[in-house]
């Protein structure tokens, strides 16, 4: 099993920014794929960031590229997503996700990638 707790969410105004942190359980972090997803009120849980356990590739959605940054710290088994240039779209509760294993050059995109997921971070983004 892999526990997985976020922190840094809250209350940005637009224009603003945040570091999420996700600390993951267990000592072979270093191969695990990591992944950020979000989910609003009403809609589906919906990918954001990924990055492969090889540190070596990462991959964004759409929405979010050009202002959003996802890195991982072997040494300190957290995997964090920059967030800058928030608008209002981007308020969610914010899911950390692992995959243990794999293609090390894998980017993992979908909920179905991963099995391991932690509760949640509020992001609130006021206009």
């Known amino acids: 099993q892999v526990q997985l707790v976020e922190s840094g969410g809250g209350l940005v105004q637009a224009g603003g920014s945040l570091r999420l942190s996700c600390a993951a359980s267990g000592r072979t972090f270093s191969t695990y794929a990591m992944g950020w997803f979000r989910q609003a009120p009403g809609k589906e849980r919906e990918f954001a960031a990924g990055i492969s356990w090889s540190g070596g590739r990462t991959d964004y959605a759409d929405s979010v590229k050009g202002r959003f940054t996802i890195s991982r710290d072997n040494a300190k088994n957290t995997v964090y997503l920059q967030m800058n240039s928030l608008k209002s779209d981007d308020a969610a509760v914010y899911y950390c996700?692992?995959?243990?294993?794999?293609?090390?050059?894998?980017?993992?995109?979908?909920?179905?990638?991963?099995?391991?997921w932690g509760q949640g971070t509020q992001v609130t983004v006021s206009s």
């Open positions: 996700a692992c995959k243990r294993g794999g293609n090390a050059d894998a980017v993992l995109t979908t909920t179905r990638d991963y099995p391991y």
